[in-house]
């Protein structure tokens, strides 16, 4: 394959020929297994409230969606969902929120990351995903036994990023972010939204190049789609689900193929629009996969997006589903084991002596 350079990236993007992707693919999948091993890893995400103080203009639980009952699992939900993840032989649990940044919630995070840790021995991953927070509370949730941290950038572009957002909310400020979450020790963990209006390739390719600069150990990318409740609309009959699948799976190849031993998730939007997206995702180079571990009670509050998939299925359900399908394609799940991603191993190496393993 030729070098991987912006004007080859936006060749790709443009790529409709399924013959053709599937080199593309295929290349990438063997990048994977060069750089990274033939293990996909799976975390158990628990979206633990759909309490939000920002106004994002594509998310389902924005502030302004008022049209939708608010929850907030307990800390004893919290601990048991936890439990369950870890019973399950996921190395990991993700915490998953709306963005609050008050005082309480910052020191009940801190209290749970403690007894998550406690629960399990210490030896359940715990990463976050719970937006923008101060250095400070960053540092707190490290202290108490978070190791890795998601923030999407949502895109790369700050011009994009005004047109997807009110004006009190920064592209700068969350890069910020980004960056401290790196200061504190995180593997650190973006990605964009792929198909946004208003997005072009060359946004895309600039993603691309966003990773590399930050030199990010995970990517967890995927399509965007459209939720009615929402002020960011797509042009009428103009939203095309199979085309934002070729574009989400093509932009995890030239990921896996850029940023070459960083871990990269197969999203639940990917499979929200292919029945076996997330095969597909790990087929063409993502070696994450997020089963959702939220209480199924909860799961009809937290729709980010319309049809978001497997609300009924409960967690044991999830995880007989998605190790049929992946064993299936022929990859090894690595049960027990916290999957980090060599990138972040071979920086932090001589300075912070973290295990790889949970087990
Ligand atoms: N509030 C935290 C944050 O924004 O970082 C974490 C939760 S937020 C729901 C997680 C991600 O959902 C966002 O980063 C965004 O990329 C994604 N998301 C929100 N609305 C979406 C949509 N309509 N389509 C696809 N992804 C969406
Ligand atoms: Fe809130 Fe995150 Fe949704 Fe933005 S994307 S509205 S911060 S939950």
Same mark, same amino acid.
């Given at each position: 394959?030729?070098?991987?350079?912006?004007?080859?990236?936006?060749?790709?993007?443009?790529?409709?020929?399924?013959?053709?992707?599937?080199?593309?693919?295929?290349?990438?999948?063997?990048?994977?297994?060069?750089?990274?091993?033939?293990?996909?890893?799976?975390?158990?995400?628990?979206?633990?409230?759909?309490?939000?103080?920002?106004?994002?203009?594509?998310?389902?639980?924005?502030?302004?969606?008022?049209?939708?009952?608010?929850?907030?699992?307990?800390?004893?939900?919290?601990?048991?969902?936890?439990?369950?993840?870890?019973?399950?032989?996921?190395?990991?649990?993700?915490?998953?929120?709306?963005?609050?940044?008050?005082?309480?919630?910052?020191?009940?995070?801190?209290?749970?990351?403690?007894?998550?840790?406690?629960?399990?021995?210490?030896?359940?991953?715990?990463?976050?995903?719970?937006?923008?927070?101060?250095?400070?509370?960053?540092?707190?949730?490290?202290?108490?036994?978070?190791?890795?941290?998601?923030?999407?950038?949502?895109?790369?572009?700050?011009? !994009? *990023?005004?047109?997807?957002?009110?004006? =009190?909310?920064?592209?700068?400020?969350? $890069?910020? #972010? %980004?960056?401290?979450?790196?200061?504190?020790?995180?593997?650190?963990?973006?990605?964009?939204?792929?198909?946004?209006?208003?997005?072009?390739?060359?946004?895309?390719?600039?993603?691309?190049?966003?990773?590399?600069?930050?030199?990010?150990?995970?990517?967890?990318?995927?399509?965007?789609?459209?939720?009615?409740?929402?002020?960011?609309?797509?042009?009428?009959?103009?939203?095309?689900?199979?085309?934002?699948?070729?574009?989400?799976?093509?932009?995890?190849?030239?990921?896996?193929?850029?940023?070459?031993?960083?871990?990269?998730?197969?999203?639940?939007?990917?499979?929200?629009?292919?029945?076996?997206?997330?095969?597909?995702?790990?087929?063409?180079?993502?070696?994450?996969?997020?089963?959702?571990?939220?209480?199924?009670?909860?799961?009809?509050?937290?729709? !980010? *997006?319309?049809?978001?998939?497997?609300? =009924?299925?409960?967690?044991?359900?999830? $995880?007989? #589903? %998605?190790?049929?399908?992946?064993?299936?394609?022929?990859?090894?799940?690595?049960?027990?084991?916290?999957?980090?991603?060599?990138?972040?191993?071979?920086?932090?190496?001589?300075?912070?002596?973290?295990?790889?393993?949970?087990?």
């Amino acid at each position: 394959m030729e070098t991987l350079n912006p004007p080859a990236m936006l060749k790709w993007l443009a790529e409709k020929d399924p013959q053709r992707l599937q080199t593309l693919y295929r290349e990438a999948y063997a990048c994977k297994l060069r750089n990274v091993g033939p293990k996909v890893y799976f975390r158990g995400l628990i979206e633990i409230s759909n309490i939000c103080a920002k106004n994002c203009y594509y998310c389902g639980i924005r502030r302004d969606h008022r049209d939708l009952q608010r929850f907030s699992m307990t800390e004893e939900e919290i601990l048991e969902a936890a439990k369950t993840v870890h019973d399950l032989g996921y190395g990991s649990v993700v915490l998953q929120s709306g963005e609050r940044q008050d005082a309480a919630y910052a020191l009940f995070i801190e209290n749970i990351i403690r007894k998550i840790k406690n629960l399990t021995a210490q030896k359940l991953g715990i990463t976050l995903s719970l937006g923008e927070q101060t250095a400070e509370t960053y540092e707190r949730w490290f202290r108490a036994g978070a190791h890795r941290y998601l923030l999407r950038i949502e895109t790369s572009s700050p011009a !994009l *990023y005004r047109k997807l957002h009110p004006e =009190d909310h920064s592209f700068d400020a969350r $890069r910020n #972010c %980004l960056r401290d979450l790196r200061a504190i020790g995180y593997q650190v963990g973006t990605g964009v939204m792929i198909g946004l209006p208003f997005q072009t390739y060359e946004h895309l390719v600039s993603d691309l190049l966003f990773f590399r600069e930050e030199d990010v150990d995970m990517v967890g990318m995927g399509p965007y789609i459209p939720h009615a409740g929402t002020p960011l609309s797509w042009p009428a009959g103009s939203y095309d689900p199979a085309d934002h699948f070729r574009l989400g799976l093509v932009m995890i190849a030239l990921a896996r193929l850029t940023l070459r031993d960083v871990n990269i998730a197969a999203t639940t939007a990917l499979q929200a629009l292919d029945p076996s997206g997330r095969e597909k995702g790990i087929a063409a180079g993502a070696n994450i996969i997020m089963p959702n571990s939220t209480p199924t009670a909860y799961r009809k509050f937290y729709q !980010l *997006y319309d049809n978001k998939p497997c609300l =009924d299925e409960n967690a044991l359900q999830c $995880r007989s #589903c %998605l190790e049929n399908r992946i064993c299936g394609g022929g990859d090894e799940v690595g049960y027990g084991e916290w999957g980090d991603p060599p990138h972040f191993l071979k920086r932090s190496s001589g300075s912070r002596n973290i295990s790889s393993k949970a087990t």
